[in-house]
């Protein structure tokens, strides 16, 4: 399901009277137009949270309904940064495109010449903190989403009681995992004692979000496992969600 990035605008000022940061992050949102179809679906969600982030501020729309499966990515990408500064969220943007495409991250260290404040303030989010200190201090919701099976299953082990863990709109582990198509997150929280069928806020299961999101290998892993289709509280079972065809395929030879 490919994921629409906003427009991008040019600047109505001249690099002159933009900071350093706005300027890097002007070039980087600049590149991303021309990479687009390079990316997959869960880098361009990262990208549009980022970039409303960063120029709109707190998301202040109404969340889309939940027949609206591409919307309401959109949305919960821009939405689950919050309180988020609008200079840490450029920050993160730039970071993001240099991991994403690192030959551009590499020119734009090279444009910068000697701006050396430039340079630290693109920078220093994108290798600090330390790769196992970041590990080691995810919360079981944030593993799932970053596809971290063994710290899934860390704690697991440590803290049985972590597979009851919701965030604020009801999601689960296994939520998080299914709608990233995180699947070696998803297996070690359904081998953790996760609830197959724990439902969100609005009735849906983790087998809702991998089917509207159209992927097929969290999918196959949920029934594998014994999910069943549920109806959410607007009376939608996942086979109701699915708009990819092989996804659909899985899910009605399922039923027989």
């Known amino acids: ?15 002159d009277d933009l900071s350093p940061l706005d300027i890097s992050f002007n070039k980087a949102s600049d590149h991303v137009r021309k990479i687009t179809s390079k990316l997959n679906n869960n880098q361009l969600l990262v990208l549009y949270g980022l970039f409303k982030q960063s120029t709109e501020g707190k998301c202040n729309t109404p969340k889309p309904s939940w ?35 690192p030959e551009w991250g590499d020119v734009l260290t090279e444009s910068k010449g000697n701006s050396k404040e430039a340079w630290v303030a693109v920078s220093s989010l994108r290798f600090s903190p330390e790769p196992d200190l970041v590990h080691n201090e995810l919360s079981i919701l944030e593993a799932a989403r970053e596809d971290l099976g063994e710290r899934v299953t860390e704690l697991l082990t440590q803290f049985p009681n972590l597979k009851n863990e919701r965030d604020e709109d009801g999601l689960t582990a296994l939520h998080w995992a299914a709608d990233r198509d995180a699947v070696s997150a998803l297996n070690a929280a359904i081998k953790g004692g996760c609830d197959i069928n724990a439902v969100d806020n609005t009735g849906q299961t983790a087998l809702h979000y991998a089917v509207s999101c159209g992927h097929l290998n969290a999918t196959k892993l949920l029934l594998k496992f014994g999910a069943a289709l549920l109806k959410d509280e607007e009376g939608c079972t996942p086979l109701d969600l699915a708009s990819d065809e092989e996804v659909r395929n899985i899910l009605e030879g399922s039923q027989n």
Do not use: C, H, N
């Open 1 to 15: 399901m490919a994921v629409a990035l906003p427009e991008y605008t040019d600047s109505d000022f001249s690099d």
């Open 67 to 101: 027949l609206d499966g591409r919307g309401r990515k959109k949305w919960e990408a821009w939405k689950t940064l919050e309180d988020m500064p609008s200079d840490e969220a450029k920050q993160k943007y730039i970071a993001s495109v240099q991991e994403y495409d």
